[in-house]
């Protein structure tokens, strides 16, 4: 949504540049390793445009895109974009067909996925490319590993059929941000044990192996193995939270204007409940953005904004569609510095202290992959994307 002036009432601004430098960053890891590189963007790029975030990790070091959905990679061929594309979660009478027809490698983790994907390998006419994925502690996706000899048995017919190609075997890590955790080395013999049964059981080429996230990608370079899959760390937002964030450089910038400023008299209450009371003649700014925007009403209270040069407190309760920000005491006149049409930054890389989405991580008690991805996907807040502005 715009005003009439064409500038952003709520806005995403998503900074390629900075992209493009994690892409790098991360690809330059794996490289080392031998390793290609995988960029995630399921979930819109996490909020951030799949297409455009695909276009920039491409030309800065990714060879391959991951995605949870056949929909999401059909969005990614739509838009002309024929690097590898694996989808990886899916229900197993989904029509396969088109996806097999667009060369879209994928995901398979059971008998009743395996045969969906081979009746969309008929219908398309011509093998599907899959990955074998096997569960491998995180019980969640993937074949529990007392069933792994039949899923293979099923593939090695379907490959002698025509039906199938088997790309690679692959799995997901649990512990990844806690790189020395016992379960990951459990985690990697695992799969070694399932692609060795594999390359033992299936003819064709050896498959390829992967196992490795963002935090397993800057951590673990002995299990970058033939791919990484990085995710969240595309998005410059690290999964351990080192201190120097790996040199990753946040991507998004979730910023609006003011909408009002105005003075209310001491012991005046704001907003709903008057849960906040002036203590003072008070200057306040009422910033058109609330939860229906991806400002979750929890942060009532607690959050701050960057308004004026400086950070400022959110009071009163947050609302579907606006928050009000103190901007101190009427003696201070902080009126005249604060005016409607101002930018206020609710977080963004951090660089001019303003918060950022891992501080609201901390304010939620989440993580900040929810909040990109709740702010990037709102209907209402308006993504824009090119060097940071």
Known sequence: MTTTTGRPRV????????????????????????????????????GHGAVDVARTA????ATWLGVCTLGEAAELRAAGIDAPVLSWLHLPDED????????????????AELD?????????????????????????????????????????????????EVAAVWSHLAHADAPAHPTIDVQAVRLDEAWRAATARLGGPAPWRHLANSAATLTRPDLHLDLVRPGIAVY???????????????????????????????????????????????????????YADGVPRRLGGTMAVQLAGRRRPV?????????????????????????PGDEVVLFGPGD????????????????????????GCRPRVTRTSGPRA
């Open 116 to 164: 969906g994907v081979v009746a969309g390998a008929r219908r398309a006419g011509r093998p599907a490319r899959v990955h074998l994925k096997i569960d491998t502690g995180l019980s969640r996706n993937g074949c529990p590993p007392d069933a792994w000899a039949e899923l293979l048995d099923a593939t090695e017919d379907a490959r002698v059929a025509g039906e199938v």
């Open 236 to 290: 410059g937002l690290d999964p351990l939270e080192a201190p120097d964030h790996h040199g990753l450089r946040p991507v998004m910038t979730f910023r609006t204007r003011v909408a009002l400023v105005k003075r209310i008299a001491a012991g005046e209450g704001v907003s709903y409940g008057h849960e906040w009371v002036a203590p003072s003649d008070r200057v306040l700014a009422l910033v058109p953005t609330g």
């Open 96 to 111: 396969f067909a088109p996806a097999v027809a667009d060369r879209v490698d994928l995901g398979v983790s059971s008998l």
């Open 315 to 339: 009071v009163g309760r947050v609302c579907m569609d606006q928050v009000v920000v103190d901007l101190g005491p009427a003696a201070d006149a902080a009126d005249a510095v604060v005016a």
């Open 352 to 375: 001019a202290g303003e918060p950022t989405a891992a501080e609201w991580a901390r304010w939620l008690d989440t993580i900040h992959y929810e909040v990109v991805t709740g702010v």
């Open 11 to 46: 806005e995403a601004h998503v900074d390629l540049d900075a992209l493009a430098h994690n892409v790098d960053l991360l690809a330059g890891l794996a490289r080392r390793s031998g390793a290609a590189t995988m960029a995630v963007v399921k979930a819109d790029g996490y």
């Open 58 to 61: 491409l030309a800065s070091g």
